[in-house]
């Protein structure tokens, strides 16, 4: 086993590239490269790419992590029988494939170059009603797309979830931040999160729901703050494109959400301000109306997760 340091990207098919990369780039994505029937979208951030789209019938293909380096590659490699190949993708490096147990293709990718971090424009001063550093100077939040900085977790739904969550713990290291259950003793889910010892991570990476039917359930990418999450709707809005649920904070993880759907009916969330533990934050039980509960926004539409 190894312990991975991140989630890297996230795959899928659609049968028209032009229109998931206008669709991306109002979601506050910027293509990274798009090479004959490929489509690499990335964020601010300086990672080579965080979404990948392949030309074909719409559908979810997988997503990736990140090795700490090459060796670590190259262990997980041996002790499952694999052969690491010289990965094509922007950044290069070397890649990993497994398949799950519901059929997903799970890339660990290692000895990526990274590229250059992006400009973000709405690095705003905000005060509040103890501190107010921003003083004699107002306050503007520019019209435009969301600034996306990375993909920070994917939702799956899985046919069984303690096979899963084996599966990915035992590989991939991965640890609980919160399990669970739909009733007493009956777990259906965990979010999961790298394990980096003392350094603090993302409260999830990875969410593997029990519905006992395999698919794709969405995934988030963080961007810059509040106002630039505010801003980005706006423009999706007015694209006329598919909303799903917020603007709200989740009980669970604590980020501020806004889901909203892909021409392919793919959800995909921007989010920000979320929880960051270490291997000093126990794991913890909770029910699944904390799940799906929010601190403050709309009610979780039944269409979630579908």
Avoid at 88 to 110: C, H, K
Wanted: aromatic share 10%.
């Amino acid at each position: 086993m190894i312990k991975v340091t991140d989630i890297a990207y996230v795959r899928f098919r659609a049968p028209d590239l032009d229109e998931m990369e206008k669709f991306l780039l109002e979601f506050g994505m910027v293509r990274a490269e798009r090479r004959g029937k490929a489509l690499f979208m990335r964020g601010t951030d300086p990672l080579p790419f965080g979404h990948v789209t392949e030309l074909g019938e719409p559908g979810f293909i997988g997503l990736g992590f990140y090795a700490e380096s090459v060796g670590d590659l190259e262990r997980l490699a041996g002790e499952h029988g694999l052969t690491p190949q010289e990965s094509d993708a922007p950044g290069g490096g070397l890649r990993l494939r497994f398949t799950d147990p519901n059929g997903f293709e799970v890339d660990v990718v290692a000895g990526q170059e990274k590229s250059a971090a992006l400009p973000v424009a709405r690095r705003l001063v905000h005060n509040d009603g103890d501190e107010r550093p921003r003083q004699g100077a107002p306050l503007r939040v520019q019209p435009g797309p969301s600034q996306v900085k990375r993909l920070g977790h994917c939702v799956i739904n899985v046919r069984d979830f303690r096979e899963s969550e084996a599966w990915y713990k035992s590989r991939f290291g991965l640890v609980t931040s919160d399990e669970i259950e739909i009733a007493p003793g009956a777990p259906i889910g965990a979010f999961l999160r790298c394990d980096r010892g003392s350094v603090h991570v993302d409260h999830h990476t990875l969410f593997p729901v029990g519905t006992g039917t395999p698919g794709f359930n969405h995934a988030a990418f963080e961007v810059a703050n509040f106002d630039d999450l505010m801003a980005g709707r706006e423009v999706l809005a007015q694209s006329g494109r598919r909303h799903e649920w917020g603007v709200g904070r989740h009980i669970l993880g604590s980020q501020i959400f806004d889901y909203w759907r892909d021409p392919w009916g793919h959800t995909v969330e921007h989010w920000t301000d979320g929880d960051l533990f270490n291997n000093e934050t126990p794991p913890n039980v909770t029910s699944i109306a904390e799940l799906m509960g929010n601190q403050w926004g709309p009610p979780a539409p039944p269409t979630m997760g579908a």
